[in-house]
């Protein structure tokens, strides 16, 4: 009993602190700047696949017309069975005769007499009106080799996935900062580098290291921003966070139309992230992860005093550090997996670690679905990125005067069914723009409930497991960009309206799965497992006691 109330003190303490801290707002602006800037970085990265891997129209590259000069039109005519903007397959004619009797003689010829049968394109002619060179036009990932395309946009969520899991756990042991700065440094290397490659395996190696680098800093940076600050700032910092994400998407474009090719457009995403030194040398540690180690001293230098923190002994503050580097010395890798089964160690935290599991991968789906749909929309890729951007920022900004009225709990739910009606209303819509400002507004309240859901995961699991939790989070999540280009590339050539519906369907699911956890809104973060019991056992007394 007295260790728990010791440990509601602590608690207590910390929380007076950081609020003290908090209102200096000019350091907590600095804060909000060095956890979510690397996230403008994410999002160019993880988006740039809709330019690096754009896909113009083409059809099968006729090496005799093309040495006699005729025009790209001309070849497809002649060649081309149908009129479609892709063709796999030409016709099986002796060119060697057309090339002698040129164009016009050719057509006579192709007019008069019967088609012959066709046969797969040996290479390819691509009309680069429309996109520039792109990783598509360099390695021919068209036709039987179109999975290869959606493989470098899934490669990026495998890398993320790994990273989530991997950045998580390792946080959680030996600190926010110092996984922030090697995840940061990966980026550094990786981004530049994939310019240069020309090998198409080379190039899908280094998507995986983007990637797992880029969950390194999100993860790190979320959660580093949600412990230093307090309830009171909480809920705005943390959607402020991902605003981010929409100058990103709103760079994207810009930078695309800017540039000729698709290295020039990643050496344009991935040169800026140089900035990254800076955030490696200024950015903080967690003060709660600090005590949580027993690293008291540490913890009191940032929040400007050991009498803060209520330690008065600095031989207590020696031992307790001591203790923490003994403790770290003495674990093994084993403690990955210990870390990781601690979510599953009672029914309440495995319940919200598989329903937050579910929401995360929801949110991840939803929001690259709509994304990489531009295409099957058949509108302007740049336009509609760039409005993609735009549009996130509302979404962002929208629950900041929600949760100041609102549970965690109720926005989530109404947000999720708002961001599910639009993907059905579509259907009933002509293709092309009216479908597309439609959707935004899904979009828009599916930026929001993205951001709330986000938000009380940090709220839901003691610091003691909430990086891991939210790595594992953040893992689950990349199975929704893992599996988005598939979706879109190839059930959206089915049929344009498969991967909105699929949207809106599991929206609805998600909205039911949030009526099953609890309510967040006005309770303390809590520090261990221990605590969260504790409170359990004191809730479950209560109802006994009011049913007796």
């Known amino acids: 009993m007295f260790s728990t109330s010791r440990s509601e003190m602590d608690s207590i303490t910390l929380e007076n602190a950081l609020e003290k801290k908090c209102k200096n707002h000019a350091w907590l602006a600095w804060i909000l700047f060095l956890t979510a800037s690397p996230v403008f970085f994410n999002s160019v990265h993880l988006a740039s696949y809709v330019f690096l891997g754009g896909n113009p129209s083409f059809f099968c590259n006729i090496p005799e017309l093309s040495a006699a000069n005729w025009t790209k039109e001309q070849i497809r005519k002649i060649s081309s069975p149908g009129e479609g903007r892709e063709s796999c397959v030409h016709y099986a004619w002796n060119y060697s005769l057309f090339e002698d009797w040129g164009f016009d003689g050719a057509l006579r010829y192709f007019n008069k007499m019967p088609k012959p049968d066709v046969v797969k394109c040996s290479s390819y002619v691509y009309d680069e009106d429309s996109f520039h060179q792109t990783i598509v036009t360099e390695w021919d990932l068209v036709c039987d080799d179109l999975p290869l395309r959606s493989t470098v946009q899934s490669t990026v969520a495998i890398g993320k996935f790994c990273g989530a899991v991997f950045f998580g756990l390792i946080s959680d042991r030996f600190g926010r900062k110092r996984t922030f700065i090697f995840s940061a440094i990966l980026y550094m290397i990786a981004g530049p580098s994939a310019a240069f490659l020309t090998n198409y395996a080379a190039f899908i190696l280094f998507r995986l290291l983007i990637g797992l680098a880029g969950s390194g800093v999100y993860d790190t940076g979320y959660t580093l921003l949600l412990e230093l600050t307090v309830k009171n700032y909480r809920a705005y910092v943390g959607n402020m966070f991902n605003v981010a994400f929409s100058f990103g998407l709103m760079y994207l474009p810009l930078a695309a139309y800017l540039t000729n090719n698709w290295r020039q457009l990643q050496l344009a995403i991935s040169i800026p992230m140089f900035l990254l030194l800076i955030h490696c040398w200024f950015m903080p540690e967690s003060p709660r992860w600090l005590i949580t180690a027993g690293k008291l001293e540490k913890a009191s230098h940032i929040l400007g005093s050991v009498e803060r923190l209520g330690i008065n002994d600095p031989e207590q503050v020696s031992h307790l550090n001591s203790k923490g580097r003994s403790d770290s010395r003495s674990e093994n890798w084993c403690f990955l997996f210990k870390d990781y089964l601690k979510l599953f160690s009672t029914f ?200 007796s």
């Open 348 to 547: 309440e935290l495995a319940k919200r670690t598989l329903i937050c599991y579910y929401l995360w991968f929801l949110g991840n789906l939803y929001y690259y679905l709509i994304a990489l749909s531009g295409s099957n929309f058949d509108v302007n890729q740049y336009i509609y990125m760039g409005l993609n951007g735009v549009i996130e920022i509302p979404g962002f900004l929208l629950p900041l005067p929600l949760l100041t009225y609102f549970g965690r709990k109720s926005c989530g739910i109404v947000l999720l069914i708002i961001s599910g009606i639009p993907m059905f209303v579509i259907l009933m819509l002509p293709q092309g723009w009216p479908v597309m400002a439609v959707t935004f507004i899904g979009r828009l309240a599916g930026a929001a409930a993205n951001g709330v859901i986000m938000f009380q995961t940090l709220e839901l699991f003691p610091t003691e497991s909430r990086n891991t939790a939210m790595g594992s989070c953040l893992t689950m999540a990349q199975l929704g960009p893992l599996l988005a280009p598939y979706i879109v590339d190839i059930l959206g050539k089915k049929a344009w309206w498969i991967p909105t519906t699929l949207c809106g369907s599991l929206a609805f699911l998600g909205a039911f799965c949030l009526m099953f956890l609890p309510e967040t809104k006005n309770t303390p973060l809590l520090d261990t497992i221990n605590e969260m019991k504790f409170l359990e056992k004191k809730a479950a007394c209560k109802d006994s006691e009011q049913i």
